[in-house]
């Protein structure tokens, strides 16, 4: 069984940085697109950043510039260093990993706070 298990969340201030780190458990191949989605009270979940196999990455617009997500696929472990956070950034964020392995797979963490005061 794949469990993904979150770390790093914690309170922050305004403008400071907060690392996020995914690893993955219970896998014996390297995992497809990896990726942090975050949801606030009362909000839809929301895809915050996502890495591929290859390296590329995509941001969502409110994160850029200021979110990196980075990845060791051999470890299928994924990072997501947030910097300059602001209280719009306060979630739930949660890791994924998505992609095909005979069969399509779609694996999520328990999720992790991050609260930034202002």
């Known amino acids: 069984q794949v469990t993904l298990v979150e770390s790093g969340g914690g309170l922050v201030q305004a403008g400071g940085s907060l690392r996020l780190s995914c690893a993955a458990s219970?896998?014996?191949?390297?995992?497809?697109?990896m990726g942090w989605y975050r949801q606030a009270p009362g909000e839809q979940r929301e895809l915050v950043a996502s890495?591929?196999?290859?390296?590329?990455?995509n941001y969502a617009d409110s994160v850029k510039g200021r979110f990196a997500i980075s990845r060791d696929y051999a470890k299928n472990t994924v990072w997501l260093q947030m910097s300059s956070l602001k209280p719009e950034d306060t979630a739930v964020y949660f890791c994924?990993?998505?992609?095909?392995?005979?069969?399509?797979?779609?694996?999520w963490g328990q999720g992790t706070q991050v609260t930034v005061s202002s």
């Open positions: 890495i591929t196999s290859s390296g590329v990455t």
């Open positions: 994924n990993a998505r992609g095909f392995r005979f069969k399509a797979y779609d694996y």
């Open positions: 219970g896998v014996i191949f390297g995992l497809g697109t």
